[in-house]
């Protein structure tokens, strides 16, 4: 399994956060992860937890369930089976990493947990800020030996930290459990949330720069730009990339940015950022070679490389350090959309509306939570829920993730009806269901109970009255359902 921790603030007026602890289970198809996560532990409260006495319920049963695992009924065949638990993959962003690994936080000294480059401390506006320009030698690489011999001086020697190296962490004592190597540096917070923001705020807050350009002009060119079908969520433009969520900021650096970023930024400027662009859609790819790693690298190691000269070296943030290190694990562990933690970042917003609505679910049993998905995949997969057929209707919400019915119901048959998608488009959303060799039915829309007329549209209020005026004169007595062009052009 892997597990993942981060604070959620509940109230804006005040500083009380929720962490929960968040497993998900390694061999699942990704898309069927966040479906079957278990919330094993949480904390609530003004400060930080301990992170040593807060993980140790959840630590002595990652032992319990290694060492003898626990049973369960696979009704497939009736046997009971015993299934042993490792959990190799932690996913935090900086701040919650520091904190469960009893690290130095990421702007002090020491502060990157995956090398022992100390960090240079230098000039920014009126204050300070922690850099990490590549200097040569490069830093050594941490390991969890090194680490533990690190916190044992830590403790022996009375000082603040070693190596940035506070105390012992906890998490060591989980069987198999990779202290450094599998505490795994997070795409999400580190590149989405982390440079591509940063960069946002250097090229709209700063005036007189070469690259500096007005908050306006980026306005414009996104509401010029025409979203494709995949990405739903529309651009809010009132605070510009500082309330963009992380889906946002990947979608801007994916695919905005190359195209608008060359009219707003000077040559020099803008073939640095595609450093970074092309860095990270090689890391996005669904499978990646070695050629593919090599390219990140290098790609990589140029975007950090170039900042010093082009923006000053107190743009070289940590977060721009870690993307070498993001590269790095893909070694170990795929490519980092894999494991990232935007799997846990619904949940953890999702627990934050519930908290307000007193429907939190607190047991925190991961033995029981572990055992409930094993056995509703089971369930899913053995037993027939849906005797009849599964209709797949159009406008869901969630109409992408429907595949993920053809995986738990192999062998149920599925119809989806569409009134208003042209053909290209049900094309698309028909693979989204993995339908094999499905049949076609198509209908003209000339019938005789079907009328078009055009109105010409006016304000909202009175585009209403219209509508209800037409639903009065001729559909009275009926019942019916009124249909959009589009889900964003509606009264
Ligand atoms: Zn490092």
């Known amino acids: 399994m892997a597990f993942a921790m981060d604070g ?6 005040s500083n009380y956060a929720i962490w929960p602890l968040f497993c998900t ?3 699942l198809p990704f898309h069927l992860k966040a479906f079957f996560m278990t919330l094993n532990a949480l904390w609530f409260g003004m400060e930080k937890p301990n992170p040593n006495a807060f993980c140790k319920p959840f630590v002595d049963e990652t032992i319990q369930l290694f060492r003898t695992g626990f049973k369960w009924l696979d009704k497939s065949n009736n046997v009971v089976r015993v299934s042993r638990v490792l959990f190799p993959i932690a996913i935090a962003d900086a701040p919650a990493r ?4 009893n690290f130095m936080q990421f702007n002090g000294s020491y502060g990157c947990h995956y090398c022992e480059h100390p960090g240079i401390s230098v000039i920014k506006g009126d204050g300070h800020v922690r850099v990490f320009p590549i200097t040569f030698p490069i830093p050594p690489l941490r390991d969890s030996k090194t680490t533990l011999l690190h916190a044992v001086a830590a403790i022996n020697s009375g000082e603040k ?6 105390e012992f962490s906890i998490l060591s004592l989980i069987p198999e459990f990779d202290l450094i190597n599998g505490t795994i540096p997070d795409i999400m917070h580190g590149v989405f949330l982390g440079i591509v923001k940063h960069f946002l705020t250097i090229w709209l807050d700063s005036t007189g720069k070469p690259y500096s350009f007005m908050a306006k002009h980026l306005d414009e060119a996104l509401r010029d730009i025409k979203l494709p079908d995949e990405i739903l ?28 970023l060359k009219s707003l930024l000077p040559n020099v400027f803008y073939r640095h950022w595609l450093y970074l662009v092309n860095c ?22 140029a975007f950090l490389g170039q900042i010093p000269d082009l923006y000053g070296v107190e743009h070289v943030s940590y977060n721009v350090h870690l993307l070498n290190h993001i590269v790095e694990g893909v070694d170990n562990w795929g490519a980092p959309w894999a494991y990232s933690a935007f799997l846990y970042e619904d949940a953890g917003g999702n627990m934050k509306t519930q908290f307000h609505g007193s429907k939190l679910e607190t047991k925190m049993n991961i033995e029981h939570r572990v055992e409930r998905s094993l056995k509703a995949i089971v369930k899913f997969k053995y037993e027939k829920l849906f005797a009849g057929e599964i209709i797949a209707v159009e406008n869901c919400k969630d109409y992408g993730q429907l595949s993920m019915l053809r995986t738990l119901f192999p062998e149920v048959p599925i119809m989806a009806l569409t009134g208003t998608k042209n053909l290209l488009r049900q094309s698309k959303q028909f693979s989204s269901l ?15 109970n079907l009328i078009l007329q055009l109105i010409t549209k006016s304000t909202l209020v009175k585009n209403l009255k219209n509508i209800v005026e037409i639903i009065q004169e001729i559909h009275e007595t009926d019942y019916g359902i009124i249909y959009c062009s589009s889900r964003n052009v509606y009264e």
């Open 233 to 260: 969520r529309m651009y809010r433009s009132e605070k510009y990339g500082k309330s963009w969520k992380a889906s946002e900021l990947r979608n801007f650096l994916l695919f905005f940015s190359p195209v608008i």
């Open 25 to 27: 289970i390694n061999e």
């Open 434 to 448: 993995l339908l094999e060799n499905p049949h076609f039915f198509l209908t003209s829309c000339i019938r005789g």
């Open 280 to 301: 990270c859609r090689l890391l996005q790819k669904k499978s990646m070679t070695q050629e593919d790693l090599q390219h990140a690298r290098i790609l990589a190691l």
């Open 8 to 13: 959620v603030q509940v109230f804006k007026s």
């Open 161 to 166: 930290h070693i190596y940035g190296v506070k």
């Open 98 to 101: 520091a904190m469960l690994l």
